[in-house]
């Protein structure tokens, strides 16, 4: 319908639950452990969860979701005949791999009357991760290191009114998300399992933030030029890298907010009318840099970094007639 016009392709209608009318609660860990080898990727995961009525008629409900693994994406590689490269005593678990993710929501349902509830969503996710990189096989802690985080607050407002059943729904949203991906400042280490228990920090996150292209010209400090690694079984130093990282730096964040009024007024018992209008602003910015350990010169790559504010509007407006099993809409 027009209601979703802006839709290209698809349409997903998600439902969030509600807090139940009385107290009650879950707790659930999941590993994988006691299993035996090749089906062990270093998985721990905590799910904690709550609900219940407050004063006034307010319901709530909120969920902690906490999972860490030390092969966060596991592949199914050939065992290596090497007894000195890495996997050779874990083959089924990739070193340099983990990753750390929580997942934090908490809804809020209020009732303003017999006509109109308020709800409230708010929703926050932090992932980081370390990632393998083959010219790092062998010295793993020089390896790249990411960092996603994103929060999502969603207000709905919906009243009817007396007579005819009008039904109004306003919304509000606020979306943002942030990535980071770089060298890390120093090596992590685990607290338990997969579990880092702390931001990673990122050299030069401060330089990609500020989008100081003309600073970030010369070379980041820091930064330190990789050499090759003399750990591989090889014994010739090529390929493999060793001593610092790649140099690279990558940020960008993006947000947004939206508003939305959508109406529904029946008309008779085989009509209906729906109006309705959208507005939404956005903000995105990026900064990337290579090879960070040298000036931008003829081959080195500048900077490049961007800032910009689309926005748009939208307004909608449909009516539907029904006789029998036959339905026109315009």
């Known amino acids: 319908s027009a209601r979703y016009g802006q839709a290209v392709s698809a349409l997903v209608n998600l439902s969030t639950r509600e807090g139940g009318d009385r107290w009650g609660g879950r707790v659930a860990y999941e590993t994988d452990r006691p299993l035996p ?61 983990s990753g750390e993710q929580a997942d934090l929501g908490t809804k809020f349902t209020i009732p303003l009357g017999a006509r109109q509830t308020l709800r409230i969503l708010g929703v926050h996710s932090a992932d980081q991760r370390q990632l393998f990189d083959p010219a790092y096989k062998y010295d793993p802690d020089h390896g790249p290191v990411q960092r996603v985080t994103g929060n999502l607050l969603n ?14 729904d306003l919304h509000f949203g606020y979306f ?3 990535f ?3 060298a890390a400042v120093e090596t992590p280490d685990y607290k338990f399992g997969g579990f880092i228990g702390e931001k990673i920090r990122i050299q030069g996150e401060d330089i990609a933030r500020n989008q100081d292209t003309a600073l970030a010209r010369a070379a980041l400090p820091g930064f330190l030029a990789p050499t090759f ?16 990282s790649r140099g690279d730096l990558a940020w960008n964040h993006f947000r947004e907010a939206r508003g939305r009024l959508d109406l529904s007024i029946p008309a008779g018992r085989r009509g209906d009318f729906y109006f309705g209008g959208e ?52």
């Open 229 to 244: 690694s003399d750990q591989s079984p090889w014994g010739v130093p090529a390929f493999f890298l060793s001593g610092a």
């Open 155 to 168: 207000a709905q407002l919906q009243r009817t009114f007396p007579g005819p059943d009008i039904t109004a």
């Open 37 to 97: 080898d090749g089906a062990d990727y270093g998985l721990d995961r905590a799910v904690f969860s709550v609900e219940g009525p407050l004063p006034a008629g307010i319901r709530v409900v909120a969920v902690a979701d906490l999972s860490g693994r030390l092969d966060a994406d596991p592949v199914k590689a050939p065992v290596p005949s090497d007894s000195r490269d890495p996997r050779h005593g874990r083959p089924w678990v990739l070193p340099h791999n």
């Open 279 to 330: 507005y939404s602003a956005q903000h995105v910015q990026t900064f990337q840099r290579v090879l960070g350990y040298l000036p931008a010169s003829d081959s080195v790559p500048a900077p490049s970094a961007s800032d910009f504010t689309p926005w748009a509007g939208a307004l909608y407006a449909e009516v539907q007639g029904r006789s029998n099993d036959l339905a026109v809409t315009i």
């Open 176 to 178: 943002s998300r942030d």
């Open 180 to 182: 980071v991906r770089g």
